[in-house]
């Protein structure tokens, strides 16, 4: 009790440097614990992108590159599933709702998906958070739109714009479908995964503008049937890119996974978005490891400048020391008192650190998750945190303990003994 009594009285006249120590430690805490709290949301975002959703079923190719497509919108199918195969899927008594979907268009650079209404009732994210519209209604006739957050706010488009589609990705050699517009009738709310960059029409839309076309190729001469005619047309899809499957017991999951990868229609493929995602995060996955080390650098400086202090202030208290010496202070009591300051100034710049931690996950995390998909609970805690929070205060112990190792050293008389 003496010595930590003399510990604060000490802490408390070198207060100024001391408190530079631990706001440093504090941010360097913040710093360190926030990018674990990160790096725990973005694999749960980019785990939870497609949440309630047991099979994503496709034609046969790798699972990660089958998710990539049907998910997240990146890259081509190998090739396309049957229309029929869809209907004969979605009429198995173990599947509860089944979401069809259709790529290959665009319009300025986001993808346009091809769905049915069923789209916006049934796909969730994030922990089963449902789709909700910010403004407007899911589409209904032929020529309505539905954009995603981020296309009507990169675009500035509003319920009533009209816009138009562009075969492909809208590269070089791309043809827009011009002669058939499509009135914007909806806005999702953002929500953090690739359904804020997306355009949404009605499969018979993608058929209707489509009309004509012989393997991917507009018609010759520039012929288009009229707007007006087109309804007169047969628009039920012949085949889509994939579809999205949700059952009504899970565990029999893996049965109507069997059953479809064994499909006799088509070669098709079922698989399950959380294990694909699982085995595309092992490859992004390095950015977070990589993120967390420069942290934990940032830290290491933190500690560092913590044990220069405490080397430099060495000097400054010869006397203190040498006075407790002299009154039978022994080397254990100096290493104590050391240590004492070392655990108050790391545990202060900890507590500070979590404290602004906490408050900074509770300011931002209900916009992180919003704009980018990170859901951050302010109040959660891991024992990963808890980990690397003993790791850091128990580096910081050792920095102030180890000059102690100098201070024992100094001769008695070194302390005592005026210097002109």
């Known amino acids: 009790m003496n010595l930590l009594r003399l510990a604060l009285r000490s802490a408390w006249n070198r207060r100024v440097t001391l408190a530079l120590i631990v706001c440093a430690i504090a941010l360097s805490v913040t710093m360190l614990l926030g990018v674990e709290r990160a790096r725990i949301a973005a694999r749960e975002g980019f785990s939870q992108a497609v949440s309630g959703t047991d099979l994503v079923v496709g034609a046969r190719t790798s699972p990660i590159q089958l998710v990539l497509y049907a998910v997240f919108h990146l890259g081509e199918a190998t090739n396309n599933m049957l229309w029929k195969s869809e209907q004969q899927i979605a009429g198995d008594p ?3 709702w089944a979401i069809p ?8 650079g986001f993808p346009t998906v091809g769905t049915t ?4 009732e049934h796909f969730k994210y994030s922990l089963g958070a449902p789709l909700a519209f910010s403004a ?3 589409f209904s006739g032929l020529f309505d739109t539905v954009l995603g957050a981020d296309v009507a706010s990169h675009l500035g488009y509003r319920l009533g714009d009209a816009i138009t589609l562009t075969h492909g990705s809208g590269g070089i050699g791309s043809v827009e479908h011009a002669d058939k517009p499509f009135t914007v009738v909806g806005i999702l709310a953002r929500t953090g995964t690739p359904v804020d960059r997306s355009v949404f029409v009605s499969l ?3 058929e209707a503008i489509h009309l004509g076309w012989q393997g991917g190729a507009p018609p010759p001469g520039g012929f288009s049937i009229p707007e007006q005619f087109v309804r007169k047309f047969d628009l039920t899809p012949k085949t889509i890119t994939a579809m999205l499957v949700g059952l009504r017991n899970r565990a029999a999951v893996f049965h109507v996974q069997r059953a479809i990868n064994e499909f006799a229609g088509e070669p098709l493929m079922a698989v399950l978005p959380g294990v694909a995602l699982d085995q595309l995060w092992q490859v992004v996955g ?3 490891k990589s993120l967390l080390a420069v942290s934990a650098l940032v830290v290491v400086v933190g500690i560092a400048g913590m044990a220069a202090a405490v080397l430099a202030s060495l000097n400054e208290r010869r006397r203190e020391l040498s006075i407790l010496r002299s009154v039978g202070a022994g080397p254990r009591h100096i290493v104590a008192l050391l240590g004492i300051e070392a655990l108050l100034v790391t545990g202060s710049g900890a507590a500070l650190g979590v404290a602004l931690l906490v408050a900074l996950s509770a300011l931002t995390g209900p916009w992180l998750e919003s704009n980018y998909g990170l859901p951050i609970n302010a109040l959660g805690w891991s024992v990963d ?3 690397l929070l003993a790791a850091v205060v128990a580096a910081g112990f050792a920095a102030g303990v180890l000059p102690a190792y100098r201070a024992c050293r100094l001769a008695l008389a070194d302390g005592l003994t005026p210097r002109l």
Do not use: C, M, N, T
Not at 117 to 120: K, L, R
């Open 101 to 108: 979907i259709s790529l290959g268009d665009s319009h300025r």
């Open 385 to 387: 945190e808890s980990l």
């Open 136 to 138: 407007g209604r899911p």
């Open 204 to 206: 018979e839309a993608i």
């Open 94 to 96: 173990a599947v509860a």
């Open 117 to 120: 209404p069923a789209f916006f």
């Open 286 to 288: 390095v950015v977070e």
